[in-house]
């Protein structure tokens, strides 16, 4: 493998792709707000260690029974947005294998965006299962949009986090830096 890692450096061949940008902090493949920046900001080093990918299961698990906030996403030229969940992707995987942004292309200078109006488990189970199937975008409950930038908000402050990092809490703005890194491809 390192050989055709070698290999592939040698080639040079190169190719530009589109960056997201969360206020000041950039990201490659997604942001989110809600629900799964609480679970990343709360899970603990400790429980990472000892559970993996499972430690942010047993954190969602404890954070789904209180109350889900109210984010309201704002994007030029359409109404308002409210859900209780929002997920921001330049690719289109969130959590390893899961195809969230079906339409996403990581060079076409849009973010690709899901509103869920709810994030209790009974309706996490229900758009995982439409994620399993073809994308979340195939429910009418759930708001997919592309876009080259938004801004989400909230009454309370609402973590937010990018790429798997916590890095804030809202207000956020996001916008696309079309082609903003070059990487060396196959």
């Known amino acids: 493998r390192l050989d055709k890692a070698l290999e592939i450096i040698r080639s040079g061949k190169r190719k530009r792709l589109d960056l997201g940008m969360a206020n000041t902090r950039r990201f490659i493949q997604l942001a989110g707000g809600g629900l799964d920046a609480e679970t990343v900001r709360r899970t603990h080093p400790d429980a990472k260690r000892a ?27 359409r109404d308002e947005i409210k859900g209780a969940m929002v ?77 798997g990092e916590y890095c804030g809490e809202t207000p956020v703005d996001f916008c696309v830096i079309p082609k903003g890194l070059e990487v060396i491809v196959p």
């Not at 499972?54 to 996403?73: E, G, H, K």
């Not at 199937?133 to 937010?160: H, N």
């Open 51 to 77: 559970w993996g990918p499972w430690s942010y299961l047993l954190t969602a698990a404890q954070l789904m029974v209180a109350p889900a906030p109210v984010l309201r996403v704002e994007v030029p030229g």
């Open 87 to 163: 997920l921001i992707g330049n690719g289109r995987h969130y959590g390893g294998p899961f195809q969230f942004f079906p339409k996403a292309d990581m060079a076409d200078g849009l973010l690709d965006v899901c509103v869920f109006p709810k994030s209790g488990p009974l309706d996490l189970l229900w758009y995982l299962q439409a994620v399993l199937l073809g994308g979340p975008d195939s429910l009418p409950e759930v708001t997919y949009l592309q876009v080259s930038s938004l801004k989400v908000k909230a009454e309370e402050r609402i973590a937010l986090e990018v790429d």
